[in-house]
């Protein structure tokens, strides 16, 4: 509770508005806006508190779109339904396919350091709905997406690889390099 009372105590800003000409950032700017929510205590007031918050942060073409969804009065003040009107606006549906063929040609860009790399990897991976291979997958795209040509030989005669250890043998590899040309 002491916890609650503190984040209440500070001004927290809320997230930029809302870029509607990249629909795409949507579920990144909508994660922002559900921090912020928690941690300014908003999440605690009415729903329409909540709604017109929403509304006013995201900016104002945020109205006209608000406008089309057609809803009742008690479904205007009901955060969920709203948050999920602008989720079926924004998100647009995947192409599984497209996402996987993303994934599979990512490889390490000259550069390009390996946590970038690896941001990149998990990123992508969002998407394609691998399920339980999802981290085996990561791992292997590592393995032979690193320029490090006689590292990824080296992790790819390693039976017991698992992708912590990847991680883990890639990054220490281009520190080691660093400091070698240092």
């Known amino acids: 509770m002491k916890t609650e009372v503190a984040m209440a105590a500070l001004h927290i800003n809320p997230p930029e508005n809302f870029t509607f000409s990249t629909p ?65 606006h924004f998100v647009v549906k995947k192409n599984t396919i497209f996402e996987r063929a993303q994934f599979n040609k990512c490889v390490q860009l000259d550069g390009e350091s390996v946590n970038t790399f690896i941001t990149a990897l998990y990123t992508l991976s969002e998407h394609c709905e ?34 912590t250890k990847v991680i883990e043998r890639v990054r220490l590899n281009e520190v080691v390099k660093e400091q070698q040309e240092k």
Not at 39 to 52: F, I, M, R
Not at 149 to 162: C, G, H, P, T, W
């Open 24 to 88: 795409c950032n949507w579920s990144k700017w909508k994660m922002r806006f559900e921090r912020y929510q928690i941690a300014s205590g908003l999440s605690t007031k009415t729903g329409n508190e909540q709604v017109n918050s929403l509304l006013y942060i995201m900016g104002g073409q945020a109205e006209d779109i608000f406008s089309s969804f057609g809803l009742s009065e008690t479904e205007q003040d009901d955060f969920d339904i709203v948050l999920k009107k602008f989720n079926d």
């Open 130 to 163: 691998y399920g339980v291979l999802h981290d085996k997958l990561i791992q292997d795209r590592i393995v032979v997406g690193i320029r490090d040509k006689n590292l990824s030989e080296k992790l790819q005669l390693d039976a017991d690889l698992i992708l």
